[in-house]
T-cell receptor
Framework: EAQVTQNPRYLITVTGKKLTVTCSQNMNHEYMSWYRQDPGLGLRQIYYSMNVEVTDKGDVPEGYKVSRKEKRNFPLILESPSPNQTSLYFC?????????????FGQGTRLTVV | AQSVTQLDSQVPVFEEAPVELRCNYSSSVSVYLFWYVQYPNQGLQLLLKYLSGSTLVESINGFEAEFNKSQTSFHLRKPSVHISDTAEYFCAVIPVSYNTDKLIFGTGTRLQVFP
């Protein structure tokens, strides 16, 4: 079954304690990205990756890091989380260019930073 | 730059009534258009999409949307809603000519269906 898997689904942490949210896809997609969802703002892109070792900033990258060492994995790293990073996070993957059909999303990670 | 406007943040409707969720976009280049649905405590699921061809697209659960290039709209409609359609609906676009799969989302419309 084609899927994007995020872990954990829920996370409560304290300010400044480094954390990683994992994302894995089994569709051999080149493009992967992270979004955050906030009430009244919709989804905004944090970072994206066009392929292995190729990453770039999205619209709201401050306070986040990513890496793409393998095609299937795209972890989101918060080196020093702050309360304003409390949000619902989604990972997505898709094929690129002329073979594009749709983006597949993970189930989401609800992060609370206290 | 592209932007997506969903004019209604909430749409309350009674079961079996028709509904329309509005979506307008702004773009200087051609776009692909999407509607995603988010059921409570779940991730986003693709509802329907327009990539090319017929401007009227349909989903398996009775929703349809029509791409209107002159009005830059992609409104979502259903002639008779069910309680199970209660969810948040997001309209999104991707610019066709750019070398990116970045989805640009609207702010969402919460559809609440009452018995």
């Amino acid at each position: 079954e084609a899927q994007v898997t995020q872990n954990p689904r829920y996370l409560i942490t304290v300010t400044g304690k480094k954390l990683t949210v994992t994302c894995s896809q089994n569709m051999n997609h080149e493009y992967m990205s992270w979004y955050r969802q906030d009430p009244g703002l919709g989804l905004r892109q944090i970072y994206y990756s066009m392929n292995v070792e190729v990453t770039d900033k999205g619209d709201v990258p401050e306070g986040y890091k990513v890496s793409r060492k393998e095609k299937r994995n795209f972890p989101l790293i918060l080196e020093s989380p702050s309360p304003n990073q409390t949000s619902l996070y989604f990972c997505a993957s898709s094929s690129t260019g002329k073979s594009y059909t749709e983006a597949f999303f993970g189930q989401g990670t609800r992060l609370t930073v206290v | 730059a592209q932007s997506v406007t969903q004019l209604d943040s909430q749409v309350p409707v009674f079961e079996e009534a028709p509904v329309e969720l509005r979506c307008n976009y702004s773009s200087s280049v051609s776009v692909y258009l999407f509607w995603y649905v988010q059921y409570p405590n779940q991730g986003l699921q693709l509802l329907l999409k327009y990539l090319s061809g017929s401007t009227l697209v349909e989903s398996i659960n009775g929703f349809e949307a029509e791409f209107n290039k002159s009005q830059t709209s992609f409104h979502l409609r259903k002639p008779s809603v069910h309680i199970s359609d209660t969810a948040e609906y997001f309209c999104a676009v991707i610019p066709v000519s750019y070398n990116t799969d970045k989805l640009i989302f609207g702010t969402g419309t919460r559809l609440q269906v009452f018995p």
